[in-house]
């Protein structure tokens, strides 16, 4: 009788599953973007000019430029893919809403910028100014001044943990609790200047790139890497680790950007630029965007196929120096900052087409953007719980065996009766001491 019913569950179960499956995909009926190429023809040699010509008009208003005077630009999109924000070396500042054109913000520090970063929402960002850490708020107004962050190269936020990492000159790293303001811990990295750093968007990891060639990666409960690797010869330029947490890409004076598995901690794939790769991004759905120079080059499944199989689609911005790439979340948009502005191009099958409301809306409201803070910050990780392998977390301790309990029981109890001894000797000799120095005072 128990194995028919447990039979009869579990084809309940089977069938439950499989129209939960119907259900989802039904509820995702949004196709992602392709870009297909004639017989005769490679997709790489398709410019933005054609792409924006065989597009339909909503799609053509994404692409754009900006042509502005205080670069290089370095850009960033919320995690809805609704707002832009464009940091200038200069000291320019602007909040976008890139879909219709309307500037919130806009404004100038009067002094250089080395990197803006979103923080949980779109109300704040961190700003790396010349000599101090800035928060503003979309309003344009300084909400504080982190004087204990000096000369910050880089800055990442982790929205689940509420964690803001920066790394300095000198190569100290911070973390600073954004939802209590305090400073979770200081590390020394010990390897001089720094000015590359990621996160691992699925473990929190922080990742740096060193003058030696090393990546080193970081938890905040630990002072010391807890991986170091060789991947170049020469200073590390960029790095990125993908949505899934299992592939890192990095890039060097070498001329070489390498793709590894951090997993293993093995090279998958080499491939060589005639410059030094300035920046890299991975899309959504597994693009990699890669700029040297005035290049940009975007392949499709880098992980798995070689240099000229994998890649995709290529452009050129004539005089001028990339600076920084960034795809946008839900959008088929490679975001291009450089000395001149910024760019944003149509790299169809970038984006995730089906998005879940419960993680980021793209069409978020007011009274939902403020009941998802509350709610995040209700479920707040703490830093401590920072892993290599989240997956860890979810494991169960093993009972052990009957009899490696006993021996470890015992091995317990032995060690416990000799601090307890150890302490009864010195509270005893305490004690004489005590009697004879009362004894002496007494005679005297």
Request: charged share 25%; aromatic share 8%.
């Amino acid at each position: 009788m128990h194995q028919i019913r447990n039979t009869i569950i579990k084809k309940h179960e089977n069938r439950s599953s499989k129209s939960k499956a119907a259900a989802a995909s039904l509820l995702q009926s949004e196709e992602a973007g392709y870009l297909k190429a004639d017989d005769l023809e490679e997709t790489y040699k398709i410019k933005q000019s054609t792409i924006v010509q065989k597009v339909d008009l909503a799609s053509r208003t994404k692409s754009f430029s900006l042509q502005l005077k205080h670069g290089p630009y370095t850009l960033d999109y919320d995690k809805n893919g609704r707002f832009l924000l464009l940091g200038g070396k200069k000291g320019h500042l602007t909040v976008l809403e890139w879909h219709t054109k309307n500037v919130k913000t806009e404004f100038h520090t009067q002094e250089e910028i080395r990197d803006s970063i979103w923080l949980h929402n779109e109300t704040l960002f961190a700003v790396a100014q010349k000599k101090y850490l800035h928060i503003y708020d979309n309003n344009g107004l300084e909400i504080h001044r982190l004087k204990n962050h000096l000369f910050i190269n880089k800055i990442e936020f982790m929205p689940y943990h509420f964690l803001l990492a920066s790394i300095n000159q000198n190569g100290v790293l911070r973390y600073l609790d954004t939802s209590t303001g305090k400073l979770i811990t200081s590390v020394r990295t010990k390897r001089g200047n720094c000015d590359c750093m990621c996160q691992n968007p699925n473990s929190g990891i922080v990742n740096l790139g060193h003058q030696n060639g090393t990546v080193t990666l970081w938890k905040p409960s630990i002072s010391e890497p807890i991986v170091e690797m060789l991947c170049h010869k020469g200073p590390v330029r960029a790095i990125v680790v993908d949505g899934s947490g299992r592939f890192i890409a990095t890039s060097g004076l070498d001329g070489r950007m390498k793709i590894w598995d951090i997993r293993t901690y093995k090279v998958l794939q080499t491939y060589y630029t005639p410059k030094p790769i300035s920046s890299i991004a991975i899309s959504h759905r597994g693009l990699l965007a890669a700029s040297f120079g005035p290049n940009v080059q975007i392949r499709k499944n880098p992980f798995t196929l070689n240099e000229e199989q994998s890649l995709f689609m290529s452009e050129t911005l004539p005089s001028t120096e990339i600076e920084n790439l960034k795809f946008c979340p839900y959008e088929d948009i490679l975001g291009i900052g450089h000395e001149r502005g910024i760019h944003s191009f149509i790299i169809p099958g970038a984006g995730e087409p089906n998005f879940d409301a419960l993680a980021s809306n793209p069409f978020q409201t007011k009274k939902q953007r403020q009941e998802t803070e509350v709610k995040s910050l209700l479920e707040k990780i703490q830093p401590e719980l920072i892993t290599l392998d989240p997956k860890s977390l979810l494991s169960i301790r093993k009972k052990m065996p009957f009899g490696e309990r006993v021996k470890k029981g015992k091995s317990n109890l032995k060690s416990e009766l000799k601090n307890r001894n150890l302490k009864m000797k010195y509270f005893l000799g305490k004690g004489r001491n005590l009697e004879v120095q009362q004894n002496d005072e007494n005679t005297v």
